[in-house]
């Protein structure tokens, strides 16, 4: 079971970029902001990764693909204008009724071939704390931990 990634459609990135954006906010509220943070910071990220409605140059948005269906999304891309040898997985996500597969693992391989590609010297990327399936795959496959954020409820 080999995926591939295919570019998205620019008709479809909008939808998708609306739709993860939504999504990002969420796990925001998960991970312990309040609505309003969460809010503000994904409307701020929305607009800096996504200016004027259209993605940031030199940023790439695949679909993982299976046997001809898109089974999840990739988006790779430099972290910043002054590091563009420095790539940031903006967002991987594999449909959840195809989790378990080794797809995500697929996907992260693929990226790392895509981003190298384009010049890049490292890959980063930010996981949410409660994802630890995700941690673990990040882990598993050499990425290593930057910095952590911790907090306790009082």
Do not use: C
Request: aromatic share 8%; net charge negative; hydrophobic share 45%.
């Amino acid at each position: 079971m080999n995926a591939t990634l295919v570019r998205m459609p620019a008709d479809r990135l909008r939808g998708w970029m609306l739709a993860a954006n939504a999504q990002y906010r969420l796990e925001r509220i998960e991970a312990g902001e309040t609505e309003a943070e969460a809010t503000a910071k994904a409307a701020q990220s929305l607009a800096e990764t996504f200016p004027a409605g259209r993605l940031q140059v030199g940023h790439l948005v695949f679909e993982v693909v299976l046997d001809e269906a898109a089974v999840g999304v990739l988006w790779i891309g430099p972290r910043s204008t002054s590091h563009p040898d420095e790539w940031w997985i903006w967002d991987v996500e594999i449909d959840e009724s195809f989790r378990g597969r080794g797809l995500g693992r697929q996907a992260m391989q693929l990226a790392e071939t895509a981003a190298k590609e384009q010049g890049a010297k490292t890959l980063g990327l930010n996981v949410f704390g409660f994802n630890r399936i995700a941690r673990g795959l990040y882990e598993s496959l050499g990425y290593e931990t930057m910095a952590v954020q911790m907090r306790k409820a009082l």
